[in-house]
């Protein structure tokens, strides 16, 4: 079989090119001057804001409405030649409202991980547990920590510096900035106050910290794209951070620290990725004020939950311990996928539906035989491939058995095939056969949780599985939608479902979009607030969630079920979080940074849809997705692990080494040191860290002491002179 050509450039409509500016194909007509995460050259900044972007008409969309409408059709081409192209893939954008910017999200990340780790295996022996209870049990490898030579701010401050000089972006470059922890060592000034040590010339930059336990990240995240969507938006970049400790006593929850920082760049394609000398500036894919958007948020299919748990809470300002509630916080973390995926079911079916039909429409109007049209692969390129399955896996040569390895838990589950290998002309199934189509009707390529440790993401998944067989009308359309051993599931998934309907009707959106103009009906009083329990209830016991399972042995036997779909979808993002364990804020996003880091058929290609949970105790929670509208160019150039993600067409940087590379595995004796150091001095005003610099990983910030005030100073490891 002759090889797959590859697909075109994305471009949105006729005559606009990704990488240049409005009826210029070959990017000459676009300003700016050089790329961050593409090239050496820094972001462009702009006099004054571009209009917001808006999402013209795709090429068929265009032909359809010359065929039917001229006056219309002509309207719409003066639309596009002002408004420059859209980055969403053709068809795929017909839901979203009218004049809202879609070209938001994340160009780039950089992870810091600190040099010292200990071994799970390790803990399991000081602890006296049974082998295997925290590498099997909990599926971690290893646990990252830090002497009082670090803390959160030196964190935050590596990382923050990493990803200045990684991308080449000037202070004055930066226009937001946003630092998400739940490790503050400062009641009153903000961490992001003293990254502005960072900025000493540029201090025009909006944003403080965001404190919610494990959620203050996307919090962040959340608010920086919308201050880059928002006419507040000045055509400068924002910067989130994401920097904690997880520490722990002894006892179960000891093995389930850890510590990291994740900062990440957002901002919006202001005039595409160039290529080359496009852009009309000396560096590449600049054009206009930036660089492409890699990871685009997708406007409007995002659901939240929130509500007050005591699960897990710092209440004791003497120690950075906290006061948790394991069994309860799991329960809480499970509860809110389901409210979330419940929620965001209900907008991505409609965005589902908006979709098909506007597909249909312009397929019909051009001529074209929409149901009869070839398979496409996720970069649009033809192929031959048996019927999917709609949940699922589909497998290229009718299926395979093969021993599943699940980071310590094995079993023989059968009927699970390797992905093939890039290029390989027999197998020509293409990677979104591997892919889960939820309820909702929209796929899923890849699915990341907020990971407290293995196991729990592991059922993440299962769970979110459960939910949307949960969702199917019948067992003959869970029989069509589903592989077997899952369809077979249907009738407890559906009781569970309807039980939960009505147990909780508000957990379904009470304001629906309005199909005119974009606008909300008016709210509907949710019940729960007219409910007769006191908000603040005298006793502490809480109802066990138990995910709508008929039982642990049955939640378990779905669980093994789900593993061929934990294999592709999940899997590839977890490999941070299990050899670093928990980060708190920047666990999800160590959970991003890892898949990013896949490359070939294992990795995201152009199109693919990131579904990604979002959880902090107390409780908070989110379920939204990004869309992958560039390719992600994996580590870039360097020593310090950052993940580039920018995209454009210059070409992609040498890998950097793994953000595990250098670090040193410690024994559980000088973990439990470095533990008492930082118990003994928090709090303190007046003292001299007692950690080794030498085991501060090369460039990283770290404290050099605590002055009688309270004062902390900090130094740069290398510029010591």
Known sequence: MSPVPAPPPLAAAAGVAPGGGPGDPDGSSSGGSGTMGGGSGRVAKVAAAPPPRTVPLTGRAAAAAAATAPA??????????????????AGDDDYRRPGRVTDVGIMALEVYVP?????????????????GKYTEGLGQSHMAF???????????????????????????????LAVATESRVDRSKSIKSSLMALFPSATAVEGVDVTHACYGSTAALFAAAAWAESSAWDGRAALVVAADIALYGRGPARATGGAGAVAMLVGRGCGGGGGGGGGGGSGSGGGGGGPRVALAFEVGLRSTHMECTWDFCKPLVATEVPVVDGAETVAVFYRCLSICYDRWRVVAAAAAAASAAATA??????????????????????????????????????????????????GNVGAVCPLPPAGDASHPTPPDAYTLRLRAGLPVQWALFHAPFHKMVRRALARLVWADLGAVGSAAAAAAAYPPDLASWWPAASASA????????????PRPVSAEAGRRTPPTPPACLLSTPPPFPDSRARPVDTGGF?????????????????????????????????AYTASLYLSLASLVRQTGPAGPAVGDRLLLFAFGS?????????????????????????????????PAPPPRPSPLAGRRVVGVAAYEAACAARAASFGRAGWVPTGAVADVAPGAWYLVRVEADGRRVYRRKGEEG
Request: hydrophobic share 45%.
């Open 618 to 650: 107390g409780a908070a929670s989110s379920l939204f997705s990004l869309r992958v509208m560039a390719p992600l160019s994996g580590l870039a150039t360097g020593g310090s692990g950052a993940t580039a993600v920018g995209g454009g067409s210059t």
């Open 72 to 89: 219309a059709a002509a309207a719409a081409a003066a639309t596009a030649s002002t408004a420059g192209s859209s980055l969403w893939p």
């Open 115 to 131: 040099a010292l780790a200990v071994a799970a295996a390790d803990l399991e022996v000081a602890d006296g547990v049974s082998p």
């Open 550 to 582: 008929p039982s642990k042995a049955a939640e378990r036997a779905f669980v093994a079920a789900t593993t061929p779909l934990f294999r592709r979808l999940t899997a590839p993002s977890t490999d941070l979080s299990v050899a670093t364990g928990n």
């Open 498 to 509: 309807a039980e939960a309907a009505t147990a909780e009707p508000w957990r379904f959106p």
């Open 146 to 176: 830090v002497s009082d030579r670090e803390d959160v701010t030196s964190l935050a401050l590596t990382a923050t510096s990493r990803l200045l000089a990684s991308t080449g972006l000037a202070p004055d470059d930066v226009g937001y």
């Open 361 to 410: 429409d312009t397929g019909a109007a051009a001529g074209i035989a929409v149901s009869g049209a070839p398979a496409t692969g996720r970069e649009g390129a033809p192929t031959t491939r048996r019927a999917p399955i709609a949940n699922g896996i589909t497998h290229p040569s009718g299926g395979c058995d093969g021993n599943i390895s699940d980071n310590g838990n094995a």
